[in-house]
């Protein structure tokens, strides 16, 4: 994020089709009742050519050998690489830490499972082309954007990234030593989901809360704007 704006923009998403790229500041609103995100973040969208499980396949993995069914929704888009290849060393750290939270989600479903009172490998059959979609958020200080925060729009009511329920089954979310994720609980408190070391947060998501006919709720949640001044980054994996 530290790259100047036109190597950002290099790989802009708003060139691509779906979900992958970089996404600049302000330019997203997860709730149109707060400010718009205070956020900047690079996302790409599931690939079976990252996937461990299809490691025994020949890379890159033939169409031929994913069911027509499954390609129609692939929605990688595997030129926002070549775009980041100025940053030595970023796309293979993105990549390995991408097919390791892959694994641990996989892992975390049999727990789930069994939490639920199920098969250990429930999920499994449904789990073999997830939604897996990864995101690098950098909320920036806020106190040098202060000037652009559209006019009218009061600090104090501004997020980082406005209240919202996360998509797929749930997500799996690092976040550094910075804080500022709040979570509501049921008793309707914002709840501050204090950073610990080397812990990852785990939400639920709407699909999964369907499955489970809402006995697991979706966690409502939203990040404060960053008012340290150190830039905060949280690299969630969305998976479903
Ligand atoms: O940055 C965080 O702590 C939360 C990120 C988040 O909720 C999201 O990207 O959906
Ligand atoms: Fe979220």
């Not at 641990?104 to 999920?123: G, I, M, P, Q």
């Not at 200080?141 to 009218?152: A, C, R, T």
């Not at 409502?220 to 998976?239: A, D, G, I, Q, W």
């Amino acid at each position: 994020m530290a790259q100047p704006i036109d190597v950002k923009q290099k790989v802009a998403r708003k060139k691509q089709k779906y979900w992958n790229g970089y996404f600049e500041k302000i330019g997203s609103q997860a709730n149109k009742s707060e400010s718009r995100d205070h956020k900047e973040n690079f996302g790409w969208q599931y690939s079976p050519n990252l996937d461990p499980l299809y490691d025994h396949l020949p890379h890159p993995i033939p169409s031929s050998s994913i069911p027509d069914s499954v390609m129609e929704y692939i929605r990688a888009e595997d030129e926002i690489w070549e775009g980041t290849l100025s940053c030595p060393g970023f796309k293979e750290n993105a990549i390995a830490y991408y097919r390791s939270m892959l694994s641990l989600a996989r892992r975390l479903t049999k727990v789930f499972a069994l939490a639920l009172d199920l098969d250990e490998n429930y999920f499994d059959d449904i789990t073999t082309y997830p939604g897996a979609d990864l995101a690098f958020n950098y909320y920036p200080p806020v106190s040098s954007d202060v000037g652009k925060v559209k006019e009218g729009e009061a600090l104090a009511h501004d997020v980082g990234l406005g209240s919202h329920t996360d998509l797929q089954c749930f997500t799996l979310l690092w976040q550094d030593m910075i804080g500022g994720l709040l979570v509501l609980n049921r008793g309707g408190e914002w709840i501050k989901a204090t950073p610990i070391k080397g812990t990852i947060v785990v939400n639920i998501g709407d699909f999964l809360m369907r499955m489970t006919n809402d006995k697991w709720q979706s966690t409502v949640h939203r990040v404060e704007v960053n008012k340290t001044s150190e830039p905060r980054v949280s690299m969630p994996l969305f998976f479903g």
